[in-house]
């Protein structure tokens, strides 16, 4: 029963995977420009841009991220800025995290918060599949073992990308 539904599940567990990667993504250049314009703005010799900087980071990093995204979501609008929920997903998971190694990896799973805004990545498919069929022992172990699937490689090879550069650096 379960290798015959998880069959039938994982096409559609797929696609939400391409939109984890995609929002995984999209997270990771986003903070890395960010992180860059923040880090330059906070070692500014101008006293009021450093502290402008310092005060962003600040409450950026003091609220959780499931707040930014319902606040960058649903209350955005009411200030005429209209983004949809994987645009909203992507900025509320790229601002103000320095994108490296494990912090990569933890993006790609909190990326399944945007499930919450009604972007349909692994978690919101399993969730949606599993509400219409009920298997939830099926659809969240698959989803568990789709999110290791690619965390786990990600894990290794950053783990090899930092011992890489720390053997270089030691020379």
């Known amino acids: 029963m379960f290798l015959q539904n998880a069959l ?30 923040f880090a330059l703005m906070m070692v500014s010799k101008v006293r009021s841009i450093s502290l402008f900087a310092i005060g962003v980071v600040n409450v950026i990093r003091g609220l959780p991220i499931i707040v930014q995204l319902f606040y960058i979501y649903f209350v955005l609008p009411d200030f005429g800025i209209q983004l949809t929920a994987m645009q909203a997903g992507v900025i509320g998971l790229g601002i103000a995290l320095p994108p490296y190694g494990n912090t990569l990896v933890m993006m790609l799973k909190d990326s399944s918060l945007v499930s919450t805004i009604t972007v349909a990545e692994m978690t919101r498919a399993g969730q949606l599949i599993a509400s219409s069929t009920f298997e939830n022992m099926t659809v969240y172990t698959l989803v568990a073992l789709l999110y290791l699937a690619l965390s786990l490689p990600l894990s290794f090879a950053l783990r090899r990308l930092e011992a890489r550069f720390s053997t270089r650096r030691k020379s």
């Open 8 to 37: 039938d599940f994982l096409p559609i567990l797929l696609k939400g995977a391409v939109v984890t990667l995609q929002v995984t993504a999209g997270s990771f250049v986003l903070s890395s420009l960010i992180g860059l314009v």
